[in-house]
């Protein structure tokens, strides 16, 4: 039960921020709720028994990259507001109503779950403590881990390069 | 309210996948479009931990790295483009960043 109440707790307040994410109008105020939603997703994350991701959740989202935007933000300088133009070409309305589509399918879908109600997990081996997920990572995962650090570092190079000056 | 289950854990990231293309689609603030990216990579990996936890298996967990790794090299990247795009065109927004429209 209080896992239940949890659950709809967290999930409520994720969705809450997403919304005001996508709908601030100030950049910095949609930072803001982008740290609240990385921290409440990294709760949901505890709460399903995965503490490393979770504390990775915390310090990659919302200790790393948020930092990256917001440095970006107080670099890139308003001089007129951003969304004053608009391509007369676009189609917000057609957008809009295709992901509102998708989100009334979901509904649908929701409703005709709950008729027929997958199994609670089993569970019962320690997915997610730091030990198994090191056990995996370092093991069957270790050319994928080794490559992944090449791309922080390619990534890393390029976001020098392309944000330099000049040559 | 019974037990949460998968389905719970699908409806809840595949809304917020929904919010985070409802942002990429109508906003036109780059960095804001940049952000719901963000937010759609947390709904996956939502999906992956609930999957993960219900079979039992550490790979949904170390995929969850993964993304949130490619997620860090794919936000240091793009925001580079945004302030050199922003040097050239002193611009963030995207309806006016058309030079490889046509």
Do not use: C
């Not at chain 1, 008729?115 to 089993?122: F, K, Y």
């Not at chain 2, 854990?9 to 985070?20: D, E």
């Not at chain 2, 609930?50 to 794919?74: R, Y």
């Amino acid at each position: 039960m209080a896992e239940t109440i949890t659950f709809y707790m967290l999930g409520g307040l994720i969705l809450l921020f997403a919304v005001l994410v996508v709908s601030t109008r100030n950049t910095v105020h949609g930072i803001i709720f982008l740290v609240i939603d990385f921290l409440v997703v990294a709760l949901l994350y505890a709460s399903m028994n995965s503490m490393f991701v979770a504390a990775i959740q915390v310090l990659v989202y919302a200790g790393g990259i948020v930092v990256l935007y917001l440095f970006v933000v107080m670099l890139v300088n308003h001089k007129r507001p951003p969304e004053e133009y608009a391509d007369p070409n676009r189609r917000n309305w057609l957008g809009a109503a295709m992901t509102a589509a998708v989100l009334g399918e979901l509904v649908i879908i929701g409703a005709y779950a709950s008729l027929r109600p997958a199994a609670v997990s089993a569970s019962a081996t320690k997915v997610g403590y730091v030990k198994e997920t090191a056990m995996v990572l370092y093991t069957d995962y270790i050319i994928p881990f080794e490559l992944v650090s090449i791309l922080l570092l390619v990534a890393m190079v390029g976001a020098i390069i392309l944000a330099r000056r000049e040559w | 309210m019974g037990p949460i289950t998968p389905t719970h854990y699908v409806l809840l990231s595949s809304a917020l996948f929904m919010i985070g293309v409802f942002g990429v689609i109508t906003r036109r603030n780059i960095i804001i479009i940049f952000m719901s990216i963000e937010l759609i990579l947390n709904a996956v990996n939502i999906n992956l931990i609930a999957f993960s936890l219900q079979w039992g298996n550490s790979i949904g967990q170390v995929f969850v790295l993964f993304v949130i790794a490619v997620a860090a090299a794919e936000a240091a990247v793009g925001l580079g483009i945004i302030l050199a795009m922003y040097r050239n065109k002193e611009t963030i927004n995207i309806d006016e960043m058309n030079v490889l429209k046509w």
